[in-house]
């Protein structure tokens, strides 16, 4: 696998070059690479540490802007990045600068002495050593992939969350849900209360007995405490209170789920600081790039308004992302009776008619696009899993030309790119106005 390469990016263009693996599941090079930059990672504020499959940057998301709400300082790191690879690290609530983050990397290269290193293992070092020399009150780190071998597995969390669990990345991490579920519950260690979404039957009874070898207490959404919407509010129900907060910010009925689990994250993490009206203050004004985003700035979304259509963009990629969105543009389309477009790009070793089987009545027509990087399926591969799944669907040139043909349909349809954050961040690189800051 490779990340993207932005030409303006030159933190990027260094680490692919030096470090063009992306993934070999292991923690002894981490081990090693802390070890000789004197164990960053022990040296963090209380770690918040989030694994899953779907709903993971969400709930980051929501978590620090509860946490920054009540007036703390938060480090944040997640992946991958949208535009720029500073993105994926933020420093007290700032995303990293371009000489502070080249300043870490060459820190940590010297201290990696030419050994074997994979590029994330490079970035996640490189994040715990700013962020153990920079104040902050709060660390929020995101798994990368899986749990138990993760680079970022080697901190020793405060609090540990499961989003929800879903069959993705077979390749690195199995093709059942109990295999999937086992390595996304590898973040579970003693001493640390764990919290976790709702999950299928298989995924949670192994996150139960993960929790129970670990000693820890392990709050389950649907068991232990519960979210849904209800008359334009989240409501929030665990065992000991029910807290009434604001609808979340960002748009779709799964964000209710994702907002909950992370209320109940912060309510295990108990820091009187974080009191139910920072978190109604947070969720109310949560920003996450790329998760059902309305666009409404860049070419694509001028070109749209400009024809009377409205313009969405998510970088889900499997079936239950999917099963999410669809949902959304369901209810866009319910409420005045225009139909649903897609446009469409996936990477190749991705479920793609399982993720299009999602939208199988809610989308009138999918157009296909392929993008940068050799791991991006072509446009005609995408459209025959399309109609697989048995919608109509078309490939395309590029995505100017898709959409085009969307814009062509009669009524003018509700558009939503989708398929890959790969894809999305080529759509959101394309004007300064839309890169994520």
């Not at 692919?16 to 164990?39: E, N, T, V």
């Not at 405490?225 to 779709?252: H, I, K, N, T, Y």
Request: some cysteine; hydrophobic content about 50%.
């Amino acid at each position: 696998m490779s990340d993207h390469l932005r030409a303006h990016d030159a933190a990027l263009a260094r680490l692919q070059a030096l470090h063009p693996k992306l993934i070999d599941l292991s923690l002894d090079r981490m081990q090693r690479l802390c070890a000789a930059l004197g164990d960053p990672q022990d040296r963090l504020p209380p770690v918040i540490h989030v694994a899953g499959t779907n709903g993971k940057g969400s709930t980051v998301a929501y978590l620090r802007a509860m946490a920054e709400a009540a007036g703390l300082k938060v480090h944040v790191f997640t992946s991958p990045h949208l535009v720029r690879f500073a993105e994926r690290i933020r420093l007290a609530g700032t995303l990293i600068t371009d000489d502070h983050l080249a300043n870490v990397l060459d820190r940590v290269e010297q201290a990696n002495a030419d050994l074997p290193i994979t590029f994330f293992e490079i970035t996640t070092a490189a994040a715990f050593v700013a962020f153990a020399e920079v104040p902050a009150d709060l660390c929020i780190v995101e798994v990368g992939l899986g749990g138990i071998l993760d680079a970022t597995n080697v901190v020793t969390p405060k609090v540990s969350v499961i989003a929800p669990v879903d069959i993705d990345h077979r390749e690195f991490l199995g093709d059942t849900l109990a295999k999937i579920a086992v390595e996304k519950a590898g973040i579970i260690k003693p001493g640390a209360p764990a919290v976790s979404a709702r999950q299928q039957e298989d995924a949670e009874a192994v996150i139960e007995a993960a929790a129970d070898r670990a000693g820890v207490s392990l709050t389950l959404m649907g068991r232990d405490f519960d979210a849904w919407g209800e008359r334009g509010r989240l409501l929030v129900q665990m065992e000991d209170r029910l807290l009434d907060l604001p609808a979340p910010s960002l748009p779709g009925e799964h964000q209710f789920a994702n907002a909950g689990l992370a209320v109940a994250a912060l309510l295990a993490l108990a820091d009187p600081r974080i009191n139910e009206t920072a978190m109604g203050q947070g969720i109310a004004t949560t920003v996450w790039p790329a998760r059902f985003q309305r666009l409404t700035a860049g070419p694509l979304a001028e070109r749209a308004k400009a024809a009377g259509a409205d313009l969405w963009l998510d970088g889900g990629h499997n079936p239950h992302a999917g099963r999410a969105v669809s949902r959304a543009v369901a209810d866009l389309a319910a409420r005045d009776g225009r139909p649903v477009a897609l446009i469409a790009g996936l990477l190749a070793n991705k479920d793609a008619s399982g993720f299009f089987g999602a939208f199988r009545g809610v989308a009138a027509k999918v157009f296909t696009v392929t993008f940068e990087g050799h791991a991006a399926a072509s446009a005609a591969q995408i459209a025959a899993a399309a109609e697989l799944a048995g919608l109509r669907a078309s490939a395309c040139d590029t995505v100017e030309d898709a959409l085009g043909k969307a814009l062509a349909m009669d009524p003018v349809p509700h558009i939503l790119i989708c398929g890959s954050l790969y894809l999305a961040g080529e759509i959101l690189a394309m004007s300064p106005e839309t890169w994520p800051s």
